[in-house]
């Protein structure tokens, strides 16, 4: 069995877009979290999520990994880009689209 930290960080490494949330897109369990789905959801990019509601081991450490103290968290390519305030005015800025297509299109296949 795999310990928390490095469940997060195989989460981290096998998804390019990964948002750590509360709830789920299709039903955020906060207002945070919805505004980052909104957000992510204008840039037609897919992403992966964790609802760290249902995985309180992860809630409890991730904060300590990212030194980001709340949720929502979003993850590109395995580094934090930020909280809802900070998607949503890279949203606005125009910024969060290409960001998300470049990390995309680095991928691996």
């Not at 998607?87 to 800025?93: D, G, K, S, V």
């Given at each position: 069995m795999s310990t928390t930290e490095?469940?997060?960080?195989?989460?981290?490494k096998s998804n390019t877009v990964i948002l750590y949330m509360k709830g789920a897109p299709q039903?955020?369990?906060?207002g945070f979290s919805a505004k980052a789905v909104e957000a992510l959801n204008q840039t037609g990019i897919p992403f992966a999520f964790v609802d760290v509601l249902n995985a309180p081991f992860i809630r409890e450490k991730l904060p300590k990994?990212?030194?980001?103290?709340?949720?929502?968290?979003?993850?590109v390519t395995g580094e934090l880009v930020g909280g809802a305030d900070i998607i949503e005015e890279m949203?606005?800025?125009?910024?969060?689209?290409?960001?998300?297509?470049?990390?995309?299109?680095?991928a691996p296949a």
């Amino acid at each position: 069995m795999s310990t928390t930290e490095e469940r997060i960080l195989e989460q981290l490494k096998s998804n390019t877009v990964i948002l750590y949330m509360k709830g789920a897109p299709q039903a955020p369990q906060c207002g945070f979290s919805a505004k980052a789905v909104e957000a992510l959801n204008q840039t037609g990019i897919p992403f992966a999520f964790v609802d760290v509601l249902n995985a309180p081991f992860i809630r409890e450490k991730l904060p300590k990994i990212s030194h980001w103290p709340t949720y929502p968290q979003l993850f590109v390519t395995g580094e934090l880009v930020g909280g809802a305030d900070i998607i949503e005015e890279m949203q606005r800025a125009g910024t969060l689209k290409p960001l998300l297509e470049a990390a995309i299109h680095q991928a691996p296949a």
